[in-house]
RNA sequence: CAGGUCGGCCAGGCGGUCGCGCCUCGCGACUCCGGAUCCUUCAAGAAUGGGGCGCGGGGUGAGGAAAGUCCGGGCUCCACAGGGCACGGUGCUGGGUAACACCCAGGCGGGGUAACCCGACGGAAAAGGGCCACAGAAAAGCAGACAGCCGGGGCAGCCUAGGCCGCCCCGGUGAUGGUGAAAAGGUGGUGUAAGAGACCACCGGCGCUCGUGGUGACACGGGCGGCCAGGCAACCCCCACCGGGAGCAAGGCCAAGCAGGGGCGAGACCGUUCCCAUCGGGUCUGAGACCCGACGGGGAACAGGCGCGGGGCGGCCCGUCCCGUCCGAGCCCCGGGUAGGCCGCUAGAGGCGGCGGGCAACCGCCGUCCCAGAUAGAUGACCGCCCACGACAGAACCCGGCUUAUCGGCCGGCCUGGGUG
RNA sequence: UGGGGGAUCGUCUAACGGCAGGACAGCGGACUCUGGAUCCGUAAGUCGAGGUUCGAAUCCUCGUCCCCCAG
């Protein structure tokens, strides 16, 4: 995943965070807030109680795998946070993108 | 062959499709820097070059523990007259090392049939203090009589009048019992009223001393001595050695942005010079001016002294250096702004191979190779095949160790037992 | 990433190296018509594993978890 796609500043995290609304899933949660601009920015997080650094790496793999996979599907102007949550570990690739697209379907954010 | 023990190595592999970080090469009519030129300024702005971005090609990309952050160094910033006292660490000996709490070799102690493994392993005997609960008579320096044993005395009882037994008092005794983690050498004898290192023999241990071997820890052997000396220094302590403070969020640069306010705070010291007013004297015809002198008053400048305040010298004291002393050093509190980029950032006590030195850890020389540098953090997803199902686990300034976690596989040395030749 | 601190009944909090105590909450009982208050009784704990020591919550080592501070 490129990174100028990428959503990447601590400001534009908060602001996500604070100003965005957001959808749950057993494997992973999704902010999203409308940026202003004409594409999309995607920031992937891991917390603690993921697992340890190995385990919130391979978390956050998924997540960008799978929204790499999906981007052509966002709408844009979009600012997006996908947050792991633990039982994302127990599934593979496949499982992953089937809950981001139903999570984008939810949001109507796909287009 | 089975069991054991020690050491080394590996950490799924191969192929295909899509995807990521970094480096590098090429292309680009995009963009930023750069600035010749022009010019009062603003503005405009060529070339070489650099950065970014886009496209394409090539290379490269986590660990043995990357972990815990328990030690040791490098590096960076701060501080670097010195002395003393504290504080912390290490603790058999010798060597290795940049250094270490690590490693190697050796000694000593302990475990194992053995290979081999384990050990915070200086000092408790002479520097000193402290503690040793409960139990027990007594718990630490020439300790301690509860029962017991023995002697003497008194009283009462029995009987064959010599003893026996009970109670009480005085004394001896650390051999016996009991308590305890621990009761102040062991065995055998002499001795005695009963006993005891009281004495003797042997053994163990201790101190002093001599000799031999060893760099040394220490080992072996001889002599003398007193008879024997408890444990805990992961309690204080003593001895020897070592130790500045903080950490890459160190530190530096660029850009952007804001707003300051309040409180506390040490001499209104002394000295020198000058000025002003005051007083005294003198000169000039007078108001007054000028000159000389005086002490106190006010003001300015200056360097110095003492005091005071603050800071540095890791903590404290001495000492020392710096800053300040009312135009005020510094300290404290409240409030405001920033969350962007670049450097540091990876070639190093570096890997591999050879030769030489050393028992070894390791060291020296030569050759050869370049091997992650991210910044919400790069290795992933899917498919096929094989071994037969893949554990613990993710670099964040860099190294050397230690400790902890871990599915398994391969190779080698050695030991024990069995079989065969 | 680096630095610092801590862990004792369910909660809060004590304990010179010598039997782990207190308060609140809980449970049982008494008092009351019932509840509250009060009184009596009761159970429950040293984060885990080793070591030093006769003896460890305390001293030492390793591990686990939690909290705090750094632009």
């Known amino acids: ?6 959503l990447r ?6 602001r996500v965070y604070e100003e965005g609304q957001s959808w749950p899933h057993p494997l992973l949660v999704l902010v999203a807030r ?18 340890k650094a190995v385990a919130r790496n391979r978390a956050k793999r998924l997540l960008r795998e799978a929204a790499r996979r999906l981007y052509p599907q966002f709408g844009a102007g ?19 993108e089937k809950a981001l697209a ?3 379907k939810r949001a109507g954010l796909s287009m």
């Open 1 to 6: 995943m490129e990174r100028r796609i990428r």
């Open 9 to 14: 500043h601590t400001n534009d995290v908060r």
């Open 34 to 51: 409308p940026n202003g601009l004409d594409f999309t920015r995607v920031g992937v997080t891991a917390s603690r109680s993921v697992g």
């Open 78 to 96: 979009w600012d997006v946070m996908l947050i792991a949550r633990p039982r994302i570990l127990e599934v593979k690739e496949p499982q992953v």
């Open 102 to 104: 139903a999570l984008l």
